[in-house]
């Protein structure tokens, strides 16, 4: 069974940098991809960004180019997303999502998910 527990949420002012980490139960490499989705207060589940497992691609939602990265350690089979220059529009629960198909910004592509960490970002 494969469970993905993600940590490193907290509340952080406007203009700083968070770092959230989903760590996953099984080896990394049985499985594709690694997303990374935001559910807002009263806003819809998004896809932020994704990872391949093999580490060589990635792809980050427009609105977060260049504010957002991702790595994978295959050591620890974890993922993490690193979020700089962070806005209160990136308020939200974090969830990370896995998949042994193709990589997606659509939650549906899905079939593994965390239980999310709250970020809350203050102005």
């Known amino acids: 069974q494969v469970q993905l527990v993600e940590s490193g949420g907290g509340a952080v002012q406007a203009g700083g940098s968070l770092r959230v980490s989903c760590a996953v139960s099984?080896?990394?490499?049985?499985?594709?991809?690694v997303g990374w989705f935001r559910q807002s207060p009263g806003k819809a589940r998004e896809g932020v960004a994704y990872?391949?497992?093999?580490?060589?691609?990635?792809r980050y939602v427009a609105s977060e180019k260049g504010r957002f990265s991702t790595t994978r350690d295959a050591a620890t089979n974890t993922v993490d997303l690193q979020m700089d220059s962070i806005t209160p529009d990136d308020t939200g629960v974090y969830y990370c999502?896995?998949?042994?198909?193709?990589?997606?910004?659509?939650?549906?592509?899905?079939?593994?998910w965390g239980r999310g960490t709250p970020v809350n970002v203050s102005s």
């Open positions: 999502a896995a998949t042994k198909g193709p990589c997606s910004l659509d939650a549906n592509r899905y079939t593994y």
């Open positions: 099984v080896n990394i490499y049985t499985l594709n991809c």
């Open positions: 990872k391949t497992t093999a580490g060589e691609n990635a």
